[in-house]
């Protein structure tokens, strides 16, 4: 028996610690820490809704545009509103570019390289790189600039984030060639994000951080020439993802079937939903909500089965709570960080007493199971490619397939709705507001991020925050233990789990990429008004 940690885990975005015994090769058992501290729900106390909007964005960079909307739909809830359809169009828009810049950056810039490898790009044959990405209907790019100019980088040093790092090159199995030309995507793809923020910033007022989403609607006043501008992006994006990204992971795929054998978390499934159709009911979004059960058997979603367990979190709040009377109140061990008690920031959603995966993996899997058209072919016919199963997906392979393909349908999709709203923009009638019927009243904004089913619920009086509470998708995924002893998703994901060195668990990080977490979301702490809990978390882990 053997301890392999990760600490931190990077490519992610705020401080993850993963912690495994590793016996015969394999993990048999893990710990996610989420090490970072932070504090918002209390800042929206004694606050207008409208407030909550912009103010919990503030959660994070990569998602803030889910914040902004899950905090409107719940200040919509607790005003007793719902959408006209020229707002309705105008969100669906800006959660689909952050969509896509997320998913996009995922793929290529945080997952990728632990798949690729650029210095082995250096081996190429230039020709043969033309001939694999027409091979593969990839797109092409100057293969020929990129190696010159990743051959000078390595000449002076500079590798940066495209050095070995503790990755051996028996760790990847790509040939040089398909090396050469992720790493020429890999350039690329930061030019799509940038595409995909342009659209958020057009329709936005700018990004990260959005001004024109509130509660009731939007601000923003669609004009034919910032619709086009807009359109001309998604475009752009759209194809890039059909001709580039797509087959790219279906190039890359095959020379890691491996990764179809481990990495399935509680084998449950929870979405929340998002994207609302023109009925703006929850199980009719072109995401629909839905939570898949232990036996693969799909039911709607009752938000009243949400709990969140404290156990093993630095809280003292009670345990169990739903998050309608959920507490917010940290409190650090005084032995420090203890792995059979309190051993992470984070708290344990639980939905029906049990773990539930949230992200791309468990949207795509409700929209297949609830028969959305598109969803269902291009499941079929990617299966089919790979000639996996279904159930194949519940896997680290699985999650990466389920997220760029969502990435292609949401792209296909952007472009629809800027058609669209180009022509509801036309229209006189087009309504973008609503007026509160009451300002007194409770409501949840269920949705989704990037990352998964999001949830922000407020309570106001007189059209003041009196309770605020919210559950994040990165919570779901990297959740500790629970009552029974349970292990959170990620925990159980990486349980089974191949790690041939220790010291350089490439399996496992694969595995945690896979989820994409962003521990900026996922830890909250309400700052307590002594602000004495700072003290203890500059030594979060009780190191002597
Ligand atoms: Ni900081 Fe987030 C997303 C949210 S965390 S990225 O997506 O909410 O899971």
Redesign the pocket.
């Known amino acids: 028996m053997a301890r392999s940690v990760i600490d931190p885990v990077s490519r992610i975005?705020?401080h993850l610690r993963v912690e495994m015994e590793v016996s015969g090769g394999k993990v048999t058992d893990a710990w996610v820490t989420g090490g970072l501290f932070r504090g918002m729900e209390l800042i929206l106390q004694n606050r207008e809704p409208a407030d909550a909007a912009m103010i919990a964005q503030r959660?994070?960079?990569?998602?803030p545009i889910?914040?902004a909307h899950?905090a409107c739909f719940a200040g919509e809830g607790a005003y007793g509103i719902t959408l006209e359809n020229g707002a309705r169009l105008v969100r669906n828009i800006l959660e689909g570019s952050q969509f896509l810049h997320?998913h996009i950056l995922w793929f290529y810039n945080l997952t990728g390289l632990d798949y690729v490898d650029p210095t082995n790009a250096l081996s190429a044959n230039v020709a043969d790189t033309y001939d694999l990405a027409n091979a593969a209907g990839t797109g092409n790019s100057d293969f020929a600039a990129v190696k010159k100019h990743l051959e000078s980088f390595i000449k002076n040093g500079q590798l940066s984030i495209f050095s070995g790092n503790w990755f051996s090159r028996d760790t990847f199995n790509l040939p040089p060639e398909l090396d050469l030309i992720a790493t020429a995507h890999y350039l690329e793809a930061l030019q799509y994000q940038a595409k995909a923020s342009q659209i958020s910033g057009l329709l936005g007022g700018k990004m990260p951080h959005i001004m024109t989403s509130i509660p009731g609607g939007t601000t923003y006043v669609p004009t034919v020439e910032k619709i086009d501008d807009a359109l001309m992006r998604a475009i752009e994006i759209r194809d890039w993802v059909a001709n580039t990204l797509i087959p790219d992971t279906l190039a890359i795929g095959p020379y890691y079937t491996e990764a179809l054998g481990f990495g399935k978390g509680p084998g449950r499934y929870a979405a929340w939903g998002v994207f609302n159709s023109p009925s703006q009911k929850p199980n009719e979004r072109y995401l629909p909500a839905g939570v898949i059960d232990g036996k693969f058997k799909l039911h709607d979603v009752d938000e009243s089965l949400i709990t969140e367990y404290t156990g093993h979190s630095y809280y003292k709040t009670e345990s169990n709570l739903n998050p309608r009377h959920g507490l917010t109140d940290p409190e650090f061990p005084e032995g420090g960080r203890d792995l059979e008690g309190k051993y992470t920031w984070c708290k344990a959603p639980r939905y029906d007493g049990k773990p539930y995966e949230?992200?791309p993996l468990s949207r795509m899997l409700v929209a297949y199971m609830r028969g959305v058209p598109e969803i269902v072919k291009l499941i079929d016919s990617t299966t089919k490619t790979l000639g996996v199963g279904i159930h194949d997906l519940e896997s680290v392979l699985g999650r990466i397939v389920a997220r760029n393909l969502e990435c292609l349908y949401i792209a296909n999709l952007e472009v629809e709705w800027l058609t669209e709203l180009g022509k509801a923009a036309a229209d006189p009638s087009t309504k973008y507001f609503t007026e509160p019927a009451h300002e007194t009243g409770e409501g949840a904004g269920m949705w989704?991020?990037?990352?998964?089913a999001?949830y922000h619920f407020e309570r106001i009086k007189n059209n003041e925050i009196q309770d605020y509470q919210?559950i994040?998708?990165?919570?779901?995924?990297i959740s500790p233990r629970d009552a029974d002893g349970v292990k959170g998703p990620m925990e159980q994901a990486l349980i089974g789990c191949p790690v041939d060195d220790v010291e350089k668990p490439i399996n496992a990080l694969r595995v945690v990429h896979s989820f994409?977490?962003?521990?900026?979301?996922?830890v909250h702490v309400n700052e307590p008004a002594t602000g004495k809990h700072f003290e203890v978390v500059t030594n979060p882990w009780g190191v002597k």
């Open positions: 975005e705020g959660i994070c960079g990569v998602c889910s914040h899950a997320s949230a992200g989704e991020a990037p990352r998964g999001l919210i994040i998708p990165t919570t779901w995924n994409d977490p962003c521990v900026a979301c996922a």
